[in-house]
């Protein structure tokens, strides 16, 4: 029973509780599901007047809807991650555990490894920053991330959304192959 | 005639703006519990996808926009409303290509690098992974240096 509860789902039940996010969110209330735009309602509500570009102007009380969606995100983590946590290391395939080893990361029970949340090490610092960085500038830019561009953007057959979707794993295949790496060294 | 407008009527007054909000922080949650257990907040997923080691990513975002893609077909054709009474209606994405692919390759490669689009960003911090914090906060410096350069960016 217990097992139930802590074990991870596989692809093929995760999968469409993903694709329901988006005709659920139209039925609650006309919403076009999506994250990154949190990012900038945040900068919208935490930038003073003055110093505020216009993209930043605009009435983020109309967008509350995204803002408790976030919200819940948080208590979904803490739910599933604190609470149903998995106590086994992942199940990756034999050549992903061969790459970690090569990256001198070690496969632990979690989502992320411990190598990269350890701040003594300057390195997770730069890591995270760049990353966090890439991961801002990047969604504004494109107009969306996973959630808008790969899950709704495609399963409502638009174009720009492919060349998004398209556009994020090339960058991700450079970034995870090369330039981690090369960070890691 | 009268039928269809009362339930409209009677959909707006009892979906209240509290409970409308409520049903959204609802919905973050049930997608927060996803993506912990079908381990799409996973760094070492990630890492696999990018290297294609495995199926697993690949599986659950192909039956994600499957089942998405089915579904919202399903709602459009039956003109479905949603609780608040309007038709729904899918936003169309701006036109144009240079954004897609340059603001793309900018978000994918910060998302090879600590696993983590927008919402794990938020889960794993929900579940206690607090370096997410500065992923977060490099985040929205990133999403304002946007708003700053925006007009000099090719869109």
């Not at chain 1, 509860?5 to 469409?16: A, E, I, K, N």
């Not at chain 1, 290391?89 to 790459?99: D, E, K, W, Y």
């Not at chain 1, 969306?144 to 495609?154: N, Q, V």
Request: with cysteine; aromatic share 10%; proline share 6%.
């Amino acid at each position: 029973m217990t097992n139930l509860l802590t074990s991870p789902w596989p692809w093929y039940v995760g999968g469409p509780l993903i694709g329901l996010m988006v005709p659920l969110l139209l039925l609650i209330g006309n919403k076009t599901f999506g994250i990154s735009a949190n990012l900038r309602h945040a900068c919208a509500i935490l930038l003073p007047d003055a110093a505020k570009p216009g993209f930043f102007r605009y009435d983020w009380r109309k967008e509350r809807w995204n803002l408790m969606f976030a919200a819940g995100l948080v208590l979904g983590g803490l739910l599933a991650g604190l609470v149903c946590a998995n106590p086994e290391a992942t199940h990756l395939s034999v050549q992903a555990i061969h790459s970690l080893q090569g990256l001198g990361v070690t496969l632990h029970p979690g989502l992320v490894p411990p190598e990269l949340v350890d701040l003594h090490r300057p390195v997770v610092w730069l890591i995270l920053s760049l990353s966090g960085l890439l991961v801002g500038f990047g969604t504004r830019y494109g107009g969306g991330c996973t959630s808008g561009h790969a899950i709704t953007g495609l399963s409502t057959l638009q174009f720009p959304s492919l060349v998004a979707t398209v556009s994020f794993f090339v960058g991700g295949i450079l970034s995870a192959n090369f330039l981690l790496p090369l960070l890691l060294k | 005639m009268t039928d269809r407008s009362t339930i409209v009527l009677l959909r707006t007054r009892t979906f209240s703006p509290v409970l409308s909000l409520l049903s959204y922080l609802l919905a973050g949650t049930f997608f927060g519990v996803v993506l912990v257990k079908s381990e799409a907040a996973s760094w070492y997923r990630i890492q696999e996808m990018f290297r294609f080691q495995s199926v697993h990513m690949y599986g659950l975002i192909g039956s994600a926009v499957l089942t998405g893609m089915l579904i919202t077909w399903l709602l459009r054709k039956v003109q479905a409303r949603a609780l608040t009474g309007q038709t729904i209606h899918v936003q169309a994405k701006d036109p144009g290509l240079p954004r897609y692919i340059l603001g793309g390759l900018t978000f994918g490669l910060g998302w090879g690098l600590a696993g983590v689009c927008p919402g794990p960003i938020f889960t794993l911090l929900g579940s206690g992974v607090w370096t997410m914090l500065i992923v977060l906060l490099f985040a929205l410096v990133g999403t304002w240096l946007y708003g700053v350069l925006r007009d000099h960016l090719p869109h």
